[in-house]
């Protein structure tokens, strides 16, 4: 099946800082990416919809000044945490589509960040 | 907006079955999926069935879909050591280009 990256798998990061994730889609390109959150035995919440050329689209609740997205290319989204504080530490996790008929999202590994 | 509930933990032994439960409360979902997660790591889609299904299987894995009670289950036939993890069933409504609504999440605990 398709690949999905993340960069990095994990970080930390003092309070205040800013932290980039980049998602990558390795062998297929990727017009949408969805950038998700897990905190620690919970679920995964959709943050937003990442659209390459476009405006990423926030869910409700989500700072888009805090949690700015780019999607600069059919192959790469990024995901960049600005001013970063110790309820931000999650685990974050990127998917994309498979070409259209195909009825699967790949996921990638996840990033884990924590902020001190 | 949609919501999606499974049981927190289930624990089997070795060469059991297990069965894992899941609820919705989105009519118009399309696509029921069952992504498996072990620690640390991203999702992995173990199967998915649409909506016009009442079954599907997939070698040990078999899933049971009950629209009028919108109730999904997945079942894995000789459970084995390898299957520990934690299972999510989500749910879309026009396919693979849509956000995935996640359930909750169930611990599957394999013992011998």
């Known amino acids: 099946g398709a690949v999905v990256s993340q960069h990095p798998s994990w970080v930390i990061c003092k309070s205040g800082t800013s932290v980039k994730i980049e998602c990558r889609s390795l062998d297929f390109q990727a017009t949408t990416m969805f950038w998700y959150r897990q905190f620690p035995k919970q679920s995964l919440m959709l943050m937003a919809t990442?659209?390459?050329?476009?405006?990423?689209?926030?869910e409700q609740g989500v700072e888009k000044d805090k949690f700015l997205i780019n999607h600069a290319s059919l192959t790469l989204s990024t995901l960049t945490v600005t001013s970063a504080h110790p309820e931000d530490s999650s685990f974050y996790i990127c998917s994309a589509p498979a070409s259209v008929g195909y009825n699967e999202q790949f996921f990638g590994p996840g990033t884990r960040l924590t902020v001190l | 907006g949609e919501d999606v509930e499974q049981s927190l933990f289930l624990s089997v032994r070795e060469g059991d079955s297990s069965v894992i439960n899941c609820t919705y409360t989105?009519?118009?979902?399309?696509?029921l999926y069952w992504y498996k997660q072990e620690p640390g790591a991203g999702l992995q889609l173990l199967t998915y069935i649409f909506s016009n299904m009442d079954m599907k299987q997939d070698q040990r894995l078999t899933v049971l879909l009950n629209k009028k009670d919108k109730h999904l289950s997945l079942r894995i036939a000789d459970t084995q050591t390898g299957d520990s993890a934690i299972y999510f069933c989500a749910e879309s409504n026009t396919g693979t280009a849509s956000k995935l609504t996640f359930g909750t999440g169930t611990r599957l605990q394999v013992t011998l």
């Open positions: 990442s659209n390459e050329g476009s405006k990423a689209t926030y």
């Open positions: 989105d009519s118009s979902s399309t696509y």
